[in-house]
């Protein structure tokens, strides 16, 4: 169970990691809200990447 667990975790940092650097790319180094992008969840990383895509569409 926990070799399982690990591997989720590691997934989903990935996932994180991913959308934190496509942020980055994008020159967003900070939320809408003000607080860094490195301290933000992969869930509040998808809303800033969403936001900030749809600004630049």
Same mark, same amino acid.
């Given at each position: 169970? =926990?070799?399982? !667990?690990?591997?989720?975790? /590691?997934?989903? @940092?990935?996932?994180?990691?991913?959308?934190? /650097?496509? $942020?980055? &790319?994008? =020159?967003? *180094?900070?939320? *809408?809200?003000? $607080? /860094?992008? &490195?301290? $933000?969840? !992969?869930? @509040?990383?998808?809303? @800033? $990447?969403?936001?900030?895509?749809?600004?630049? /569409?």
């Amino acid at each position: 169970m =926990g070799l399982l !667990y690990q591997a989720v975790q /590691s997934q989903n @940092e990935m996932k994180r990691k991913f959308v934190l /650097s496509r $942020l980055k &790319d994008m =020159g967003i *180094h900070h939320s *809408h809200t003000g $607080l /860094s992008i &490195d301290l $933000l969840t !992969y869930e @509040e990383l998808k809303i @800033e $990447l969403a936001k900030a895509s749809a600004v630049r /569409s």
